[in-house]
Structure formats: C-alpha cells, structure tokens
C-alpha cells in the first residue's frame, strides 16, 4: 500500500501566523489520466471531514482563500496564510491513486 | 443540499455480524461511486469499500476481503455495508463517503459516521 506521512504530526500556531503541513508519498500519485489525486481533508472536533483542496491544488468552494495546496510527484503541502480560530482541528492528506486509497496520520493544528 | 445519514451501528460481540446504511439525498444517487471509511477511536482514517455507480464493481483491502460486502440500491438511494466476522480491531466509526463522479479518488462529501464497538 501506498504510505502517506504528513508532518508536523502537532502544530501550535499563534492566530493570524501562517501555517504550513507537509505530505509525502512512497510513491508518486500521478495517475495514467495525468491527474495527481491528492486530497486534503479537514476534520473539526466532533465533526466528520471536510474536503479542502483536490487534485493537489482545488480548493472547493466556500474554502477560505487562505487555504492552498502545491506539490508534486511525492511531495505536497497545504498552507494556510493567516490562522484564524475556526481552522483548529486535524488535516489530513489522502491519495486515491492506488487502491486502496490511503490517509496520512492527520496533523493537529491548535492555537498558541 | 447533498446528505449522507449512516445508520446500523452498535456493540457486536467478536465473530458477530452487523449491517450498516447510508441514505442518500441531494444528488443524483445512480451517478456516483460511493464508499465507506472508518476511523478507530482516537486514530486515522481508513477505507473500507468502494462500490461502483452500477453496483457492479466492489473494491477491499485485503485485511477486510471476504468478511465485509458492500451493496447498494439505486431505486432506494442507499448504501449498506455487511460486516461478518467482527473482530475487536474492527471497533471504528464508520463513515459513508461520496464520489466526485465514476470513482471515489477525490470523495467529496462524508456522513456523520455510526460507531461500531466489537467487544466481549
């Protein structure tokens, strides 16, 4: 199976402070349509996940600009321009290249 | 305004069986591949099974071929998920997750999860 490893696994971040979370993959997610499916999901406390950004860099509508995903091949990150108090909770990336699709650990965004 | 409601979740003694749902609404049910995935109390995500449009096409993980089948009815917009051979490491919610179109590469929305507890 493909192995997703995102890091920091924490992230303490002051409001208004961007942010920044890596994902990396055991092998490159580009598919034999060209597509990199490569999804970043947000999961709030008590809540179930919300997609962000597919395809490494959609964001989906009612997104926050500040939220924005970049990379390639193996190597993706979402960032978030300016933190605000709504955006704590667990990030997680997954890839729907191989099956069977796999998540990275998740990443927990807290405020300082 | 698409929604997901999953429902058949419950404590299961180990080796039991159990059958979860998903009723669909919002969108045009037939169109899109739809999947479950689980997350175990306190960890990650996990994909259980992925059905195709038609109902045709099922995918696993291995870990969970032959013990769980997935089903879904086009006439009745639902999704169900038959769990057989519970095992403790089975203790999960389990979300219903829709597809962007044919496939469930890039899920979209997700249902609120019902919990599976397999204990003794």
């Known amino acids: 199976d493909v192995v997703m490893t995102q890091s920091p696994l924490s992230l303490p971040v002051t409001l208004g402070q961007p942010a920044s979370i890596s994902c990396r993959s055991s092998?490159?997610?580009?598919?034999?349509?060209?597509?990199?499916?490569l999804t970043w999901f947000q999961q709030r406390p008590g809540q179930s996940p919300r997609r962000l950004i597919y395809?490494?860099?959609d964001r989906d509508s009612g997104v926050p600009d500040r939220f924005s995903g970049s990379g390639s091949g193996t190597d993706f990150t979402l960032k978030i321009s300016r933190v605000e108090a709504e955006d704590v909770g667990v990030y997680y990336c997954m890839q729907g290249t191989f099956w069977p699709y796999t998540f990275g650990q998740g990443t927990k965004l807290e405020i300082k | 305004e698409v929604q997901l409601l999953d429902s058949g979740g419950g404590w299961v003694q180990p080796g039991g069986s159990l059958r979860l749902s998903c009723a669909a609404s919002g969108f045009t049910f037939s169109s899109y591949a739809m999947g479950w995935v689980r997350q175990a109390p306190g960890k990650g995500l996990e994909w259980v099974s992925v059905v195709s449009t038609s109902g045709v096409y099922t995918y696993y993980p291995d870990s969970m071929k032959g013990r769980f089948t997935i089903s879904r009815d086009n006439s009745e917009n639902t999704l169900d998920l038959q769990m057989h051979s519970l095992r403790v490491e089975d203790t999960a919610v389990y979300h219903c997750?829709?597809?962007?179109?044919?496939?469930?590469?890039?899920?979209?929305?997700w249902g609120q999860g019902t919990l599976v507890t397999v204990s003794s």
């Open positions: 092998q490159s997610l580009v598919y034999s349509d060209a597509n990199t499916y």
């Open positions: 997750v829709k597809g962007s179109g044919g496939n469930v590469r890039v899920p979209d929305y």
């Open positions: 395809k490494v860099s």
